[in-house]
């Protein structure tokens, strides 16, 4: 459950109407409010800052190999914990048409036998970085930078960093998926995270 009200008629003060087109956008573009838009709402200043990081990301030429900036999104968002991300990302890559097993393997990508060698070591990468930064080792990126070059490394790193952003804002303010995607990828991810916090 949120932390925050998400409700824009139980707040001290109104939005502007510059929030409220915001908001207007992504229900039309979406279907309905995305939580994580209705609690940066409440302070624009990090709202219109965010839209911007969020829309230029979007419009970047990638120099990873199709699919894979998306997948390593996934893949960061599973490993920590944010079921708001792993249903919105996996939407996503439902929208466009995708296989969504391909999601959900990602996901389980260390028992998955769906991804090749550079996937995999694109995704131990997400998960080194988004824990201890020590686990991230000079081999580890140059065999990256053999793998993708030195842009794909910093495409890999931006999109490692830019979701981590994503997932401690919704987790530490309890946002949680809204039911975006068929939903496996979500359950599957908690799972997993249950398992590795109890063990």
């Known amino acids: 459950m949120a ?6 008629h139980h707040r001290d003060h109104a939005p502007s109407w510059l929030v409220r087109a915001a908001l207007a956008w992504g229900r039309h573009r979406y279907g309905e409010d995305l939580d994580t838009v209705l609690a940066m709402s409440h302070h624009p200043g990090v709202l219109f800052p965010w839209a911007l990081m969020e829309s230029a ?3 970047r030429r990638s ?5 894979l900036a998306d997948l390593v999104v996934l893949v960061t968002a599973a490993y920590l914990g944010c079921s708001w991300c792993i249903d919105f990302g996996a939407s996503e890559w439902e929208r466009r048409g995708l296989d969504p097993e391909v999601s959900v393997d990602a996901v389980r990508w260390q028992t998955a036998d769906r991804f090749d060698d550079d996937f995999r070591a694109a995704f131990r990468f997400a998960e080194a970085a988004s824990g201890q930064l020590e686990r991230v080792s000079d081999e580890m990126v140059a065999d990256l930078v053999d793998r993708f070059g030195e842009a ?3 495409e890999l790193a931006y999109v490692v960093a ?3 952003m994503r997932s401690r804002f919704n987790s530490v303010l309890g946002l949680t998926a809204q039911g975006f995607s068929s939903g496996e990828a979500c359950s599957l991810a908690l799972r997993r995270g249950a398992a590795r916090t109890a063990g």
Do not use: K, Y
Not at 63 to 67: K, Q, S, V, Y
């Open 3 to 8: 932390r925050i009200t998400l409700d824009l």
């Open 57 to 59: 990301g979007l419009r």
């Open 63 to 67: 120099r990873l190999p199709a699919g």
């Open 152 to 154: 794909g490394v910093v």
């Open 162 to 164: 830019l979701e981590n």
